[in-house]
């Protein structure tokens, strides 16, 4: 799976987009960007994922670059219980047999009031 | 509610006890992981499940860790003669073609070796 590469931390104010970047370089033809996000003490949660177009659901937007080689999260009106540590991780899609999560460091958001 | 529960929520064990995770997804779903996350650390993972068969087992699993799932629906992770190191958190996902694409993870069991 391609590597990823995101902020370590980043700041947002409460009601205000939050715009979590995440460049994947290497990023191969077949393979999706995913995004999860983990709460404190809390196992992963599914947000989004997307091969090239963007999309949207109720919990956030993904933007694909044309080139594929980066994506943004966007949470539209960020509120406090946002915070939490947002992973960009690319993979093939998960219908394939033994293909894994591959978790970096993932970027810690802050949303403040 | 991910539709995976873990038991026990906390562990705390003397070092060199043995100890066992649970995992039961709600429904039956033919693949099942289990990931390790130490303090600060993304998930990593251990070891996967296509219904009873253990197909891979990551390098982090040392032959003190062992994982069965008996007829392919929960799955127990046990490790032996613990050691400090193995304080984390142990996270289990499911998913299936009944799930879409995306993974669904339980909400860990911490355990705590002292």
């Known amino acids: 799976d391609a590597k990823t590469t995101q902020p370590t931390s980043m700041d947002c104010a409460e009601g205000r987009a939050a715009n979590l970047p995440c460049n994947h370089s290497t990023i191969s033809g077949n393979e999706y960007v995913y995004w999860y996000r983990q709460i404190h003490s809390q196992g992963p949660q599914y947000i989004i994922h997307?091969?090239?177009n963007n999309e949207t659901n109720e919990m956030a937007s993904l933007i694909i670059t044309e080139d594929r080689k980066s994506s943004t999260l966007i949470l539209p009106h960020a509120t406090l219980r946002d915070t939490a540590v947002y992973y960009c991780i690319v993979r093939v899609a998960m219908d394939n047999a033994g293909n894994m999560l591959t978790f970096g460091g993932g970027t810690r958001l802050m949303v403040k009031p | 509610d991910t539709g995976v529960s873990q038991n026990p929520r906390h562990k705390i064990t003397k070092r060199g006890q043995n100890v066992t995770f649970r995992c039961d997804p709600i429904s039956e779903h033919n693949r099942l992981y289990w990931y390790r996350q130490t303090l600060g650390q993304g998930p990593e993972f251990l070891t996967y499940?296509?219904?009873?068969?253990?197909?891979?087992k990551s390098r982090l699993l040392s032959d003190r860790f062992s994982a069965e799932r008996p007829k392919g629906s929960f799955s127990t992770l046990e490790i032996q003669r613990t050691e400090q190191g193995d304080s984390a958190m142990y996270l289990c996902a499911i998913w299936g073609q009944a799930l879409g694409t995306e993974a669904f993870f339980g909400q860990g069991t911490r355990l705590t070796v002292v």
């Open positions: 499940f296509q219904n009873e068969a253990q197909l891979e």
């Open positions: 997307g091969l090239k």
